[in-house]
C-alpha cells in the first residue's frame, strides 16, 4: 500500500490529470471533495478513453420503426467520457474500496474481477492509503525472496 496518496479534486483539468499522472510516475489516483472523502477513482484508462474511437451502435430497421443494438446509456456514456473536460467528467464514480485489513488475495480477486487496478485504502470514510498492481507484484516478490 503506498501511504503518501496523490490525490484529485473532480474540476481539476484533464489535461492537468494527465501531466500529473506523468510528473509522479502513477497510473491512477482518488477523487476527493473538498472535505477529503473520496467521491471517485481517475486512472490512465480513463484519459486513454478520451483518444480512442465511438463506437456507434448497430441499428436495425423494423416496420418503420429503428432499433438500436445496444444501450443508449452507454453510448452517452462514453460520449461524455470522450468529451469530458475536468476530472469529474472522466473518472468512476463506483468507488471500490478496500480497507488496510483486506487480505491480499481477496484484493487481487477485485482487482481482477472487477477490472479495476487502483484501490483507494480506507478507514471509514478517511483516506489511508491506495493500492495499485505494482504493489500487488511487489508484495508477490518479496514473498518469494521468503
Do not use: Y
Given at each position: 500500500?503506498?501511504?503518501?496518496?496523490?490525490?484529485?479534486?473532480?474540476?481539476?483539468?484533464?489535461?492537468?490529470?494527465?501531466?500529473?499522472?506523468?510528473?509522479?510516475?502513477?497510473?491512477?489516483?482518488?477523487?476527493?471533495?473538498?472535505?477529503?472523502?473520496?467521491?471517485?477513482?481517475?486512472?490512465?484508462?480513463?484519459?486513454?478513453?478520451?483518444?480512442?474511437?465511438?463506437?456507434?451502435?448497430?441499428?436495425?430497421?423494423?416496420?418503420?420503426?429503428?432499433?438500436?443494438?445496444?444501450?443508449?446509456?452507454?453510448?452517452?456514456?462514453?460520449?461524455?467520457?470522450?468529451?469530458?473536460?475536468?476530472?469529474?467528467?472522466?473518472?468512476?464514480k463506483?468507488?471500490?474500496?478496500?480497507?488496510?485489513?483486506?487480505?491480499?488475495?481477496?484484493?487481487?480477486?477485485?482487482?481482477?474481477?472487477?477490472?479495476?487496478?487502483?484501490?483507494?485504502?480506507l478507514?471509514?470514510?478517511?483516506?489511508?492509503g491506495?493500492?495499485?498492481?505494482?504493489?500487488?507484484?511487489?508484495t508477490l516478490t518479496?514473498?518469494?525472496?521468503?
Amino acid at each position: 500500500m503506498t501511504k503518501n496518496v496523490i490525490t484529485v479534486t473532480p474540476d481539476l483539468a484533464v489535461d492537468k490529470l494527465a501531466s500529473l499522472f506523468w510528473k509522479n510516475n502513477i497510473s491512477g489516483a482518488p477523487v476527493v471533495d473538498a472535505e477529503g472523502h473520496v467521491v471517485g477513482v481517475v486512472t490512465e484508462s480513463d484519459l486513454i478513453d478520451q483518444a480512442k474511437k465511438i463506437h456507434i451502435p448497430t441499428m436495425i430497421s423494423f416496420l418503420d420503426s429503428v432499433i438500436m443494438l445496444g444501450s443508449a446509456d452507454k453510448l452517452e456514456k462514453e460520449i461524455g467520457k470522450m468529451t469530458g473536460t475536468v476530472v469529474s467528467d472522466i473518472c468512476s464514480k463506483e468507488v471500490i474500496s478496500v480497507t488496510e485489513e483486506t487480505p491480499l488475495d481477496e484484493i487481487a480477486t477485485i482487482m481482477s474481477e472487477k477490472g479495476v487496478h487502483t484501490l483507494p485504502v480506507l478507514t471509514g470514510k478517511v483516506l489511508v492509503g491506495i493500492i495499485g498492481k505494482n504493489d500487488i507484484i511487489k508484495t508477490l516478490t518479496r514473498q518469494e525472496d521468503i
